[in-house]
């Protein structure tokens, strides 16, 4: 089950993979940013000087292999994605971007050919073409299957100045999922608020209360909660009555000398997992390399142990490393060798041996040590 394939993924995910297996896919495609992505490694023999390979092109063109690719995509697709690309061509003409477009739309279509029925994707973008891609997965999964539109700041990338423009420091995740029941494991994440510091010791924070157990807590009015549920909240010890009358209910919190801990629902707002820059210990030199953390909040909110997660842009591997540890079949794929190398290594450093997985370049299989 699990596998990494080397190579063109359209080919792959027509050629290997049946309909309807996958549990979660999450794709790091190209963002259209027109550059090329080089890594860096140290150069052997003792030398602490870098050597810079380049692992892809993000750069587009409109020749005649976009064109066929646009003409398959408009002759072969379901009709809305037929109507949606014809439409696009019109908006932004012959050019890189519908280059770029005309690339993406057959993956898409396939990576919902291969979800199982309420399986989820995660598309991951810029402002570069977001906008653009929204609305190809609009007709390839239908309108009423998109689940949200999730910011990822990075902290700190790219607040280098720039001219006549604000310094960009997020990034898109776009979330569908294929008609029916899906997987939706809610996430929290913990809040820590300083403790003040008055007269020489800490004391809480405004809007937080201390009871007769000394448990820590703040309170919120009591919304639609119905009696029945008030007076369940009431026998926890969960229910505050304020003078004037008022039911508010309790929500407890942990405490730390300094602080408190707070726990929140993610939302989709995701401002507190650093961009690997900020993480030195994971990074591996890949240009486009994410955090595992990002990663593992995907895998743990959309699939369930023993789920297959496939990641078709694969590059240093990440989703696959954080997929295995999380209990989860894997499929990866990547057209760069680079890629796919590093990816191996990088599986073998983190589990060794006992990892069982199958290596496929080309029409070659070879299975890991």
Not at 18 to 35: E, G, R, S
Not at 197 to 209: H, I, M
Not at 325 to 337: K, Q, V
């Amino acid at each position: 089950m699990n596998t990494l394939y080397g190579g063109d993924n359209l080919a792959i995910l027509r050629r290997e993979i049946p309909d309807n297996p996958i549990a979660l896919v999450y794709l790091d495609p190209p963002f259209k940013t027109n550059q090329s992505h080089n890594t860096f490694f140290i150069q052997r023999r003792g030398s602490k000087s870098l050597s810079r390979i380049k692992v892809f092109n993000d750069t587009w063109r409109w020749d005649r292999r976009a064109a066929d690719a646009y003409r398959e995509i408009v002759e072969v697709a379901a009709e809305n994605v037929s109507r949606v690309m014809k439409a696009l061509r019109l908006l932004v003409g012959d050019g890189s971007l519908l280059a770029y477009l005309a690339m993406m739309a057959p993956r898409l279509v396939e990576l919902h050919r291969v979800l199982r029925p309420g399986g989820a994707l995660y598309l991951h973008c810029d402002c570069a073409a977001s906008h653009y891609l929204k609305v190809l997965l609009d007709a390839v999964f239908a309108p009423e299957n998109f689940r949200n539109e999730i910011i990822w700041t990075m902290q700190g990338i790219g607040r280098k100045r720039r001219i006549q423009k604000f310094p960009v420091d997020t990034q898109v995740l776009l979330y569908y999922t294929k008609a029916g029941d899906h997987v939706f494991n809610e996430q929290t994440r913990i809040e820590r608020i300083p403790k003040e510091f008055k007269r020489g010791c800490f004391v809480l924070p405004r809007g937080y209360r201390r009871d007769t157990l000394g448990r820590v807590y703040w309170t919120s009015p009591r919304g639609d909660y119905t009696d029945q549920s008030i007076g369940r909240l009431k026998a926890e010890g969960r229910v505050s009555v304020t003078q004037k009358g008022k039911v508010r209910v309790k929500y407890f919190v942990d405490e730390e000398e300094t602080t408190i801990c707070v726990r929140r629902a993610v939302t989709n707002s995701w401002h507190d997992i650093p961009d690997t820059l900020r993480t030195g210990g994971e990074r591996l030199g890949y240009p486009t390399q994410k955090p595992e953390a990002l990663l593992e909040r995907i895998i743990r909110t959309s699939s369930n142990e023993g789920d297959t997660v496939l990641d078709p842009f694969c590059g240093s591997g990440t989703a696959l490393v954080v997929a295995q540890r999380l209990h989860r079949h894997w499929i990866g794929i990547d057209t760069s060798p680079l890629a796919v190398r590093l990816a191996e290594q990088r599986l073998r450093k983190t589990f060794g041996d006992h990892l069982v997985y199958t290596v496929c370049r080309g029409t070659r299989l070879r299975d890991n040590p």
